[in-house]
Nanobody, 116 residues
Framework: QVQLVESGGGLVQPGGALRLSCAAS????????MGWYRQAPGKQRELVAT???????NYAYSVKGRFTVSRDNPKKMVYLQMNSLKPEDTAVYYCYTYLPGYRPYWGQGTQVTVSS
């Protein structure tokens, strides 16, 4: 059974930082692509960042230079370091995993609110 459990969300002021964590189980973590999506109120879920099994990363244009995705294979953890946060980053952030030939999975999400 695949489980992705996010943590680290919260309320932060504009310009602040947060680090999201995702604990994965039930997958061959080291070979899966991992990442983060987000969904703001009234908007579609969108890709934020991914990191593949080789450590290659991909970012949405809106977060490039501000967010960093990383993974710890032995711990089966994936992280999203978010710096210089903006109000438009407010959303529910979902951990994501994908392996070619299999369906993707998302966690339950963690709320990030950027407001003064």
């Amino acid at each position: 059974q695949v489980q992705l459990v996010e943590s680290g969300g919260g309320l932060v002021q504009p310009g602040g930082a947060l680090r999201l964590s995702c604990a994965a189980s039930g997958i061959m973590f080291s070979i899966n692509t991992m990442g983060w999506y987000r969904q703001a109120p009234g908007k579609q879920r969108e890709l934020v960042a991914t990191i593949n099994s080789g450590g290659g990363t991909n970012y949405a244009y809106s977060v490039k230079g501000r967010f960093t995705v990383s993974r710890d294979n032995p711990k089966k953890m994936v992280y999203l370091q978010m710096n210089s946060l903006k109000p438009e980053d407010t959303a529910v952030y979902y951990c994501y995993t994908y392996l070619p030939g299999y369906r993707p999975y998302w966690g339950q999400g963690t709320q990030v609110t950027v407001s003064s």
